[in-house]
């Protein structure tokens, strides 16, 4: 999830929930652990590595185990970004693509998903692009795990409906985490031809996905 993701971890550990963060790169784990850190004055546990294989996500749930009893909350933000022009992307960059953005956020939703369905509950939320529903330049193949993973956020509600588990998926458009003003932000062609007439924060997403992840949010799926 990049720069997102330690402003969205950091609103649900501030909401009570206790947060595993797992991230491909050390880095990305340690500024997720720092911003939970700010905000309750506890570390989060990381884990760092690869989990869209089944022994990469086998992986992920042993380091979480050793740590935690139960899992009620998943929060999917596989969105590693790609542009390049259809007629030129190689194979190996396609699947690559498809195995960070949507392969591995399928076999961590089956894995955690298997603990919810043994508990009867559970709450997950897949961060998106709103390029899932449209198309743009030199983004067909980023374009097309979004597309996937909304189809799948979909699919899962459905089938684990009646098991007190909400799938929904939270889209995000364009956003930076930089406080930037809003006048220097309405310099750009892109802002003006947005709704709000300035780019999405992070915080923007944070309050709807700890609304989403909460048990008030009990009768909507698959949105």
């Given amino acids: 999830g990049g720069e997102e993701a330690p402003h969205l971890a950091a609103a649900l550990a501030e909401a009570g929930a206790t947060v595993f963060a797992v991230a491909r790169h050390g880095a990305a784990a340690e500024a997720i652990r720092e911003a939970v850190s700010a905000v309750t004055g506890h570390d989060a546990r990381c884990y760092a590595g690869r989990w869209d294989t089944p022994a990469g996500a086998a992986a992920v749930l042993e380091a979480f185990a050793a740590a935690h009893s139960r899992a009620d909350i998943l929060v999917n933000d596989t969105r590693s970004f790609f542009a390049k022009p259809a007629a030129e992307i190689e194979l190996a960059e396609w ?6 953005n949507v392969r591995a956020t399928f076999m961590l939703s089956q894995a955690v998903g298997q ?3 043994r ?7 897949n ?9 743009n330049v030199n983004c067909s193949a980023f374009s097309a795990t979004q597309a996937a993973v909304l189809s799948l956020t979909r699919s899962l509600a459905v089938e ?5 588990i909400r799938v929904n998926a939270l889209g995000s458009g364009w956003s930076t985490a930089e406080d930037i003003p ?3 932000q309405r310099e750009e ?7 709000m007439r300035r780019k999405g924060h ?3 997403l944070a309050a709807m996905l700890v609304y989403l992840c909460s048990p008030h949010w009990c009768i909507s799926t698959a949105g």
């Avoid at 699947?95 to 960070?100: I, K, M, N, S, V």
């Avoid at 062609?189 to 709704?195: D, E, G, I």
């Fill in 95 to 100: 699947d690559e693509l498809h195995a960070r």
């Fill in 127 to 135: 961060v998106i692009s709103n390029l899932a529903e449209r198309g």
């Fill in 115 to 117: 603990r919810m369905l």
């Fill in 189 to 195: 062609l892109l802002v003006r031809y947005t709704p």
């Fill in 160 to 164: 684990w409906g009646r098991s007190e």
């Fill in 119 to 125: 508990e009867q509950y559970g709450r997950i939320v």
């Fill in 202 to 204: 992070p915080r923007d």
């Fill in 182 to 184: 809003l006048e220097t």
